[in-house]
């Protein structure tokens, strides 16, 4: 998100670009309310003091018992949980001792088919038993643990979430990061039926903040952040603006030329946690893979297999900080384009009664369809 002053500097290039156009004098607009200081104009960032200099990551790599597939929920659940904290004992036990550790996109659900009914079974509450249990593992190996999960909430009734847990080293959730967005018109015929911040900004930036967007974690160990999008600069621009240092990222499915770009573009560290799959499927080319990769997009440490494993990497979180500044970004360069350009899918899309949320990933594309600006332009 620009700052102030950005914002400031974007409606003077509106204003002088309607002028040139003969508009005459823009309107102006109305009243709103003010915005938080999301970025500094300086470059700098909050921070919390460091506790060391160099710090550990580890990413565990593995395969999952789809909920759905499984003889019960509960006996679904147990397999995936044990599987987890059997990992994150060995990764706590054998190498370096680790800071931070990261699973994949959802280590404890699998991916679920079926109408939204049906997947909102396959659902976890964050908090919830399951996070009071790694919890315990987090506490014990001194360590952050951070996956990704379907999940439900009461305060989104009928809604599928898709969120990413920050469990600090005293065990408890110090964050649940929302899926910013989902990338649309990547398969034909179908969409993502989950709901994300995009699809219900209005009604989530009331419940949460406007803060709550991009946040930022602020730990000992350097400024954290997770995210399940893919192929999105934008959104990992805006993280690092915020003053992102590390960037996790889980997966199901992925592109390792992504995270490698994204962490060059955006000078910070990442990790991407991906599943595998059993030897034979047809995904099976498409697990694993899992990596982590620097400022420059070095990769650190990866595992190129489709195999259960675990990865390690140091990063020197106290010399990578010194006197470091967000990046570059060209935006009063493109700002003349930027302004310009229409979003296909409008924001809030997803903010409906839960008896008209979408039942499938068809009916989600229906809905992209119905709601498309390029679609289904204003008449003139």
């Not at 990413?59 to 999952?64: K, N, R, T």
């Not at 987890?84 to 060995?90: D, K, S, Y």
Request: glycine share 6%.
């Amino acid at each position: 998100m620009p700052s102030p002053a950005r914002f400031a500097t974007l409606a003077r290039v509106a204003a002088l670009a309607l002028l040139a156009a003969g508009g005459g004098a823009p309107a102006a607009p109305p009243a709103a309310a003010p915005v938080p200081q999301l970025v500094r104009p300086d470059g700098s960032y909050p921070t919390r003091a460091l506790e060391k200099d160099v710090v550990v990551v580890k990413v565990l790599q593995h395969g999952v018992t789809n909920l759905q597939q499984a003889p019960s929920i509960e006996a679904g659940l147990k397999t995936n949980l044990d599987t987890m904290v059997r990992l994150a004992r060995q990764a706590c036990s054998t190498g370096k001792k680790p800071d931070f550790l990261l699973y994949n996109e959802f280590p404890l659900t699998g991916y679920s088919e079926g109408t939204r009914e049906e997947k909102l079974k396959f659902t976890i509450r964050i908090p919830g038993p399951e996070t009071a249990a790694l919890g315990a593992i987090a506490r014990a190996c001194d360590t952050y643990l951070i996956f990704g999960s379907y999940a439900r909430d009461d305060e989104w009734p009928g809604h599928i979430l898709s969120l990413n847990a920050v469990i600090d080293r005293k065990g408890e959730v110090a964050a649940r990061y929302w899926k910013t967005r989902n990338v649309k018109r990547l398969t034909p015929g179908t969409e993502i039926p989950t709901t994300t911040i995009e699809g219900v900004r209005d009604r989530y930036r009331a419940r949460y903040g406007i803060e709550a967007e991009f946040p930022v974690l602020q730990t000992e160990y350097g400024n954290i952040a997770v995210s399940t999008v893919q192929l999105d600069p934008f959104v990992f621009a805006a993280f690092a603006m915020r003053g992102v240092e590390i960037m996790f990222r889980t997966a199901t499915l992925f592109s390792p030329a992504d995270v490698k770009a994204i962490a060059q573009f955006n000078n910070f560290y990442s990790a991407m946690s991906n599943i595998t799959f059993p030897p034979g499927s047809p995904a099976a080319s498409m697990g694993g893979q899992s990596l982590i990769v620097g400022p420059r997009g070095q990769v650190l440490a990866e595992d190129p297999t489709n195999d259960e494993a675990i990865i390690e990497a140091e990063i020197p979180i106290a010399a990578f900080r010194r006197n470091r500044r967000t990046p570059h970004y060209p935006l009063e360069v493109v700002a003349t384009v930027f302004s310009q350009y229409v979003q296909e899918t409008p924001l809030n899309h997803l903010d409906l009664p839960p008896a008209e949320l979408p039942a499938t990933g068809k009916d989600m594309a229906g809905l992209i369809d119905r709601t498309s600006r390029w679609l289904n332009p204003p008449a003139k």
